[in-house]
């Protein structure tokens, strides 16, 4: 039996489409608001799309590695933090990155929601096969989700997405 999801909110990593071309994907889905990091090339691209009528979204920054914005609930006046990631495959970048996070989270006080690719593991329970987690890098990114405060939420669905096998 098939399941049907309405979200008011959804965010998409990895886009590799930008430009004309991602405006025409976006105009066929139920969302009619929308912030776009565009692609460097065939690369990266990162999207939030929501519908107006079910919450009010306000940039607050954005890099090629994220999208930091506030979520005003239109049934409520209850409003949030939404944070898109999709961090770089380099580690100097992602350096960049994590900082960044920790100023957004000494600058606001609100319930925050962080969701993305963040190309970084915390422990080798993440991981099946390839080379051992790198302990120095993991903790680097655990620090950084540390001093936000953040937990991890979990999630549904098949425990790893990607291997080298697609």
């Known amino acids: 039996m ?7 909110i959804m965010v998409i990593t990895e886009t590799r489409v930008g430009g ?8 066929g889905l ?31 920054s954005a890099t090629e590695q994220e999208i930091h914005a506030t979520v ?3 049934a409520s006046n209850f409003s949030w933090l939404i944070s898109a990631i999709y961090a770089s495959p380099r580690l100097a970048e992602r350096r960049i990155l994590w900082s960044n996070i920790e100023e957004v989270g000494q600058l606001h006080n ?11 593991v915390l422990s080798g329970e993440d991981k099946f096969g390839g080379n051992h987690i790198n302990l120095n890098r ?5 620090s950084c989700l540390d001093s936000c405060n953040f937990v991890d ?10 291997t080298n096998k697609r």
């Open 2 to 8: 098939a399941v049907n999801h309405l979200p008011s």
């Open 20 to 27: 004309s071309r991602a405006e025409k994907i976006i105009e």
């Open 30 to 60: 139920p969302f009619d608001g929308f912030i776009i990091i565009e692609t460097i090339g065939y690369a990266g691209g990162l999207w939030i799309l929501w519908k107006k009528e079910d919450v009010d979204i306000k940039l607050l």
């Open 72 to 74: 005003k609930v239109c």
């Open 110 to 120: 609100l319930p925050w929601l962080m969701i993305g690719d963040f190309n970084e």
């Open 138 to 142: 993991a903790l680097e990114f655990k």
């Open 153 to 162: 939420l979990g999630f549904a669905g098949p425990k790893y997405t990607w």
